[in-house]
């Protein structure tokens, strides 16, 4: 998706119609799962079964479900839930990510060890293991949070160490340690602000991918448990109305695709913008 | 709907044919150089689960029945379609006045589908080898007042029992009773030998079982009409239906997809007419621990659910509300959801007389069958209506659900249908999963189960299904429907499942 979107803007102003696109995408995408906390059109959890699967507009904007919730409302107060998932999750990852590989990149003998332990996560499939722990903690937030999270250690690992290398390599270190400072102190000094654009690249990327494997989890029944709406879970429980009620699986397969697209865009124009490699590419 | 009326039957089956995937199961289907004027004798029937193995009488599961049952399996007497007691293998029985002996006069010529006769002998084997100490028959507490069984010669055999039971001919009209030959007993699970109309013809796993007419079936009285059956597992209710309007399927007879059952009953190439089934849908408590300790609290939890409206959310409206542990299936049935109908306000009043004005909060452990969590999720906004905050805890079944519940019983509450019919004498079991003791209940169904006398007994499994609704161990809400559909040009099959089964017997097509 990057390559392509890479591809696509050869020849833009680099960076700024995905970072205009992705922007209000994501601004919108935020700002309806906060709204959803002090107002939403209807009370998300409330069954009007007599009034079970409406058409959009024909009850609420986007009609009621099979248990005739207003799904307008579950997708907003949905939102705000995969938001605050995916955050969480992205949290865990970037914090504990960032540590490894700039310690990775700080330290050669760490290095070996810490890579090869991120080689090995890899080489989890992260529905699958999600779904083992969800099996071993029950489902919930909890699980959904620590396996999106812990799957994303190597990805912030591998990318925040290959750019400390580099930080590594300049003269300004150089003159650091010349001064006298220590590899802690140099990290935290010149190292970590030098690299975060990187990082909140990579954190909008992996806050998209976290999304996406949230609302599998929930389709799968490892999210938040019932009555918490879930885009995962909506659509899931649409299957088997896809002919009656389209809107069901629609809308929130729309609203996924929309985050999921948003927060790529977003985090491509911010490569594009923030990235000294990307801008001497383009 | 299009595609059938469009092209003729030879046309279709080349059309699908040209679909490389459908290729095979077209070549199962179709019977060369058959005129097109005489019916078919051909049947393929769909059904959700796929049983995991084909011997009724060595495991639970009642989709075992549902394949083999009455089709190549046979018992003593059958449950017919209105769950009356028929002669079978048995041709006729009395019965001692004092209820102790049951002498069956058994039928002569029948055959099992290896050639061996049926004879009192190997009734008597049969029987035995429920009975048996290592016995793994999945109702075999429902044969134990058998003391012994005799077979003076082999057109009779003799029953005595240890105390009198009266639903003893209904339990041996089912599934886990059928008759069974020592020779082919061992690899029944995968190859059946039975006395029935259908012998086993192969099982390939995953996909389907496939029958085809006995040719020397005993029964004269009651010919089949179908040459060849087949069994055709489909989990996914789309793919179930899109199998049913392609011709791929004929018939479905336990469509799990309740919202997709509208649209069947409109099409006149179907018959879709919903029955029921003996599937009791119960919200089991655990009685032994607090809160559900404490009657007023179920009584209260039952009187905050609107039984209707659930039925309506969690089963597009199909099936029946019951006020206990009976279905209207059941001989002696009352219709007991008046005892405590839907009133939000008085359970409110009750939680409060409990001590629980201030709410209440407890998990729910819920199955994945979508029956469940969408009645789960509807008795939680029930709940909350009368200040109840109930979790619900996604527990898978049948593993994980039946050591958490039946095994460890570590619940609050919980959702499952009872499969078994006329299963009230479960509240009885001790120990059981709802924890429930009441010494009157308990006396009441086991006068029931010895009462000889069919008026006597309906009377006392009225009064267990009064108390029942009264002391609420369980949350009663509703039956099951028997949501089948099959092609119009068909008869015979069941509308109602008094016994979980696909009886063949009757069904032919019409043209």
């Not at chain 1, 907003?76 to 914090?95: D, E, H, I, P, Q």
């Not at chain 1, 999600?130 to 099996?135: D, H, K, R, S, T």
């Not at chain 2, 809160?291 to 209260?300: E, G, L, M, N, Y």
């Amino acid at each position: 998706m990057t390559a392509l979107a890479l591809k696509m803007r050869r020849g833009w102003r680099p960076g700024s119609v995905p970072l205009l696109v992705g922007g209000i995408l994501t601004a919108l995408l935020i700002a309806i799962a906060l709204t959803s906390l002090v107002w939403t059109p209807a009370d998300p959890t409330r069954m009007r079964i007599l009034q079970k699967l409406k058409g959009p507009l024909v009850s609420g904007l986007l009609g009621t479900d099979q248990l005739g919730r207003d799904v307008a409302s579950m997708l907003m107060r949905g939102a705000f839930n995969s938001l605050t998932t995916a955050f969480a999750a992205v949290a865990v990852g970037a914090v504990l990510g960032t540590l490894a590989g700039v310690a990775a990149a700080a330290n050669h003998k760490l290095d070996a060890v810490l890579m090869r332990i991120c080689d090995a996560l890899f080489a989890l499939p992260p529905i699958l293991s999600a779904i083992m722990l969800g099996a071993l903690l029950g489902p919930g937030a909890l699980t959904a949070i620590v396996a999106i999270g812990f799957f994303m250690i190597p990805v912030f690992a591998r990318v925040t160490r290959g750019a400390a290398m580099q930080v590594w390599a300049r003269e300004y270190i150089m003159a650091a340690r010349m001064a006298g400072k220590g590899t802690a102190r140099i990290t935290l000094e010149h190292v970590l602000p030098n690299i975060s654009a990187q990082v909140i690249v990579q954190v909008t990327i992996q806050l998209a991918m976290a999304i996406l494997t949230e609302a599998g989890l929930s389709f799968l029944g490892l999210g938040l448990p019932p009555p918490a709406p879930t885009w995962g879970r909506m659509l899931a429980e649409s299957q088997t109305y896809l002919i009656q009620a389209p809107h069901l699986a629609l809308a929130p397969g729309l609203a996924i695709a929309a985050a999921v697209l948003g927060l790529n865009l977003l985090g491509d124009g911010l490569a594009a913008r923030l990235d000294p490699r990307r801008r001497q590419a383009s | 709907m299009v595609t059938r009326t469009r092209f003729s039957r030879p046309r279709r089956r080349l059309l699908a044919g040209a679909a490389a995937g459908a290729a095979l199961a077209v070549a199962m289907l179709g019977l060369p150089g058959r005129a097109e004027a005489a019916p078919r004798t051909d049947l393929v029937v769909g059904m959700p689960v796929e049983p995991p193995g084909l011997d009724p009488t060595s495991a639970a599961p009642t989709v075992i029945g549902q394949v083999v049952w009455q089709n190549v399996f046979q018992g003593l007497t059958r449950v017919d379609r209105d769950g009356k007691v028929q002669p079978q293998l048995a041709r006729s029985w009395t019965v001692s006045p004092d209820g102790l002996t049951y002498t069956f006069a058994l039928q002569q010529g029948a055959k099992f589908h290896n050639g061996e006769p049926f004879t009192a002998e190997t009734a008597k084997f049969s029987l035995d080898a429920i009975r048996a100490p290592g016995s793994v028959n999945p109702q075999k507490a429902l044969y134990a007042v058998i003391a012994d069984v005799k077979a003076p010669d082999p057109q009779t055999l003799v029953l005595t029992l240890s105390k009198p039971s009266g639903n003893l001919l209904f339990w041996l009209g089912l599934p886990a009773a059928v008759m069974v030959e020592p020779k082919s007993r061992e690899t029944l699970k995968s190859n059946p030998v039975g006395t029935g109309p259908f012998r086993f013809v192969a099982w390939r796993k995953g996909d389907r079982v496939e029958l085809a007419r006995s040719p020397d079936y005993w029964d004269a009285a009651r010919r089949v009409h179908l040459d060849k059956v087949t069994f055709r597992f489909i989990g996914d209710p789309q793919a179930a239906a899109a199998a049913l309007r392609a011709g791929d399927v004929d018939a479905y007879p336990l469509l799990p997809a309740p919202e997709l059952y509208g649209a069947f009953q409109k099409d006149k190439a179907f018959k879709a007419e919903p029955g029921l089934t003996e599937m009791k849908v119960v919200a089991g408590m655990n009685n032994a621990e607090k809160p559900f300790s404490d009657k007023r609290v179920r009584q209260a939890l039952m009187m905050a659910v609107d039984r209707k409206l659930l039925i309506e959310g969690a089963y597009s409206g199909y099936g029946a509300p019951i006020g206990s542990h009976y279905t209207p299936n059941d001989p002696g049935y009352k219709d007991l959801t008046g005892v405590y109908p839907y009133d939000p306000a008085k359970a409110k009043a009750l939680l409060a007389e409990a001590g629980y004005a201030k709410g209440l909060t407890f998990t729910f452990k819920s199955p994945q069958m979508a029956y469940a969590t969408r009645t789960a999720e509807i008795l939680q906004a029930m709940f909350s209506e009368v200040g109840v905050t109930m979790t619900i805890v996604p527990t898978e079944f049948p593993a994980k659900w039946v050591q958490e519940v039946m095994r460890d019983r570590s619940f609050d509450m919980t959702v499952i249908a009872h499969a078994e019919p006329m299963d009230i004498g479960i509240y009885a079991n001790d120990p059981y999963y709802f924890g429930y003791k009441n010494p009157a209940f308990n006396d009441v169904v086991t006068r029931a189960a010895q009462a000889t006398d069919e008026a006597a007994r309906l009377k006392l499994y009225g009064e267990a299904q009064e108390i029942l609704a009264a002391d609420v161990p369980a949350l009663f809400l509703f039956v099951l429907p028997k949501l089948s559909v099959w092609r119009a040009k068909l008869t015979g099959f069941w509308k109602n499942e008094p016994v979980p089964s696909n009886d063949l017997t009757e069904v032919r097509w019409t043209e």
